[in-house]
């Protein structure tokens, strides 16, 4: 009795595999994607400093043409939330640096008149400065429409 049972449970495991043929595989390696493509997938199109994806042509350093505007007043860290955890960016003399960004923050700009642009690793991002006092920015950014900025209190 003992070996009729062992000889089904043998004969049910067996049935139970599935076997791939081999337009089965074919269909599954060729609907799956390679895995350097997966990389390519995942990544953003913005906000990602990868240093494999430079698509932009980027100046060495920062550079202030000519502004409308008092650089004192402009040069700060400045925040869309002042109660968030943190500043958006900090524009000084060598930098737009991009607080809590995945890489290196530091993103080299062009001020040209009230115009800001700002120099990602793989796209451009273009502000007009609209407003500057002491503890107020505005920036009337491409994509993102208006935003309104207050200094960062440490």
Not at 3 to 8: A, D, N, Q, S, T
Not at 87 to 93: I, M, P, R, S, T
Not at 105 to 112: A, S, T
Request: proline letters at 3%.
């Amino acid at each position: 009795m003992k070996k009729y049972v062992l000889i089904i449970c043998v004969l049910t495991a067996i049935s139970c595999e599935k076997k791939e043929t081999a337009n089965e595989i074919n269909i599954e390696n060729s609907i799956r994607p390679k895995k350097e493509n997966k990389i390519v997938e995942i990544v953003s199109k913005k906000n990602k400093d990868i240093e494999s994806i430079q698509d932009v042509d980027r100046p060495n350093e920062s550079k202030i043409i000519k502004s409308k505007f008092d650089i004192k007043l402009l040069f700060g860290i400045w925040a869309s939330d002042p109660e968030g955890p943190h500043a958006d960016f900090d524009l000084n003399k060598k930098s737009f640096y991009v607080v809590d960004y995945d890489g290196d923050g530091d993103m080299p700009y062009i001020i040209n008149e009230d115009s800001l642009k700002v120099y990602y690793n793989d796209f451009v991002n273009v502000g007009i400065i609209k407003k500057v006092t002491k503890d107020t920015l505005k920036i009337d950014w491409n994509e993102n429409g208006t935003t309104n900025y207050v200094k960062w209190k440490e």
